[in-house]
């Protein structure tokens, strides 16, 4: 794992060594990822499907190979099941609105997880304000987890979807999402998973879990922004609306009727991001070839180191500490006595040091609510990072309470 691929991290911040730990928010960029932007604007730009000249057969080509490959590196059944969309945000907004409109009816219910982002929150809500559903929200436990019993008892025939986090953005939790899509499915109900904080940091089978419907983004697996996936099996997707309109997700148009494309197409229209889809393409790549199993011992290795010095710092607060299976995020606050010391005022000292981390709610702002915080600071580890960054981070916060206490 090279940290010379991300020509970002020899940046140098108010006269230190650039340290990023926002990875949770987005992931830099290896070399192989930015070079690929450039070569396929120099050498086969052109818009894609349909085009008879050279250049759009190659740009389409190019972009139908990164659905394959999508489709192999999460082990979809089929590149039909593969649409390519904005991000993870953009993926619920449509899967909310297109299995919204077809299966969920007033009175029907929704269930989300008490951990999740905003993005896996509020389109829910928008659609049950439209359709007059409800949605319910599973409760934590005391250690924060997902209360798996409470779950089931959540559970009503009246239950159309049940959409949860596969790793929690604030607390690096990774829920029990084969249970939750096995107990689910014994009630008929499909799934959606919010990938967004595991696809780059664990292997994702999607046939083996047999979830519905997955998303994630780009930005956050060391690709481009403004690419997103929205899998979802084949027999749902078929029975769904597509949610715009225009070129390429239609078969014919007449003045009276429009008939759609097959899939993966009617959910793709206009013009798609090519060119950054051709670059994720090689983000793909880039993780396949370091392996998921090193990426895994690595990161695991970075959070136990994290923690080990996190806990000598008299008034850290860890949440989640107790939890065993988590990915490589870490959110923590500092007390001095009985008084808290501002995340944001943390974080901003830390950054005067070169320090990149994430303060505040985390787009998660009522799991912070309850837990009864103003926010907190987290730090997120990629592959890129080292025990180097960390013992330097652990430096610049132990100088930034010096200051504050």
Known sequence: MNKNDFPILNEVVYNKPLVYLDNAATTQKPHQVIDAISYAYSHFNANIHRGTHYLSQVATQEYEKVRTLTASFFNAKSTKEIIFTKGTTNSIN??????????????????????????????????????????????????????????????????????????????????????????????????????????????????????????????????????????????????????????????????????????????????????????????????????????????????????????????????????KQKAGVISFNVYNKDHLIHPFDLGTLLDKQGIAVRTGHHCAEPLIDYLNIPGTIRISFALYNTKEDIDLFIQALKNAIGLLI
């Open 94 to 323: 449509i899967l909310a609105h297109c299995y919204g409109n077809t299966f969920i009816n007033e009175g029907d219910e929704i269930i989300i997880g008490g951990q999740e982002h905003h993005s896996n929150i509020v389109p829910w809500q928008m659609l049950c304000d439209r359709k007059k559903a409800y949605l319910k929200v599973i409760p934590l436990l005391e250690d924060l987890s997902l209360d798996i019993t409470a779950f089931q008892s959540l559970i009503t025939p009246k239950t159309k979807l049940v959409a949860i986090a596969h790793v929690s953005n604030v607390l690096g939790i990774i829920n029990p999402i084969k249970q939750i899509i096995d107990i689910s499915h014994q009630h008929n109900i499909p799934v959606c998973i919010d990938g967004a904080q595991s696809a780059a940091h664990m292997p994702i089978d999607l046939q083996y879990l047999d979830c519905d419907f997955f998303v994630c983004s780009a930005h956050k697996m060391y690709g481009p922004t403004g690419v997103g996936v929205l899998y979802g099996k084949e027999e749902w997707l078929n029975r769904m609306q597509p949610l715009e309109g225009g070129g390429e997700m239609i078969e014919h148009v007449h003045w009276d009727k429009t008939t759609y494309n097959t899939l993966p197409y009617k959910f793709e229209a206009g013009t798609p991001n090519y060119i950054d889809t051709y670059a994720f393409g090689k983000a793909i790549e880039y993780i396949k070839h370091i392996g998921f199993e090193n990426i895994h011992s690595h990161e695991k290795k970075l959070v136990e180191y994290a923690e080990s010095l996190l806990n000598e710092i008299n008034g850290v607060h860890i949440y989640a500490k107790q939890i």
